[in-house]
């Protein structure tokens, strides 16, 4: 839940604030070299947004298919290591295409 809130945090500090001046302005005031990073960081953010959640999705569902076995094999070094997965992921999608 916090890798979530961090990824809903970024797309509210980072994301947004540029896209409201674009939206006010109709067009891109800020300098053009920032562009392609804002947009990096807005697909980044989004992704990981989407990704968190079908991680968390996918936490809950074998919660319920298996109470007594989750202790066992969902561990604080896999949530982790899906949380580093998630992010990595969001990192590739974004920076290397753009």
């Known amino acids: 839940l916090v890798s979530l809130f961090m990824s809903d945090l970024m797309v509210g500090l980072v994301v947004m604030p540029p896209a409201m001046l674009n939206q006010l302005y109709g067009r ?16 980044m953010c989004c992704s990981a947004s ?7 999705s996918l936490d809950r569902y ?16 896999r949530a982790l290591w899906l949380i580093l997965a998630t992010w990595t992921v969001a990192v590739l999608a974004s920076f290397l295409p753009i």
Do not use: G
Not at 28 to 43: E, G, N
Not at 62 to 77: E, G, N, R, V
């Open 28 to 43: 891109w005031v800020l300098r053009q070299d920032f562009c392609s990073l804002w947009a990096s960081f807005d697909v």
């Open 50 to 56: 989407i990704l968190n959640l079908c991680i968390i």
């Open 62 to 77: 074998l919660l319920i298919i298996s109470p007594l076995k989750y202790k066992l094999h969902m561990t604080s070094c």
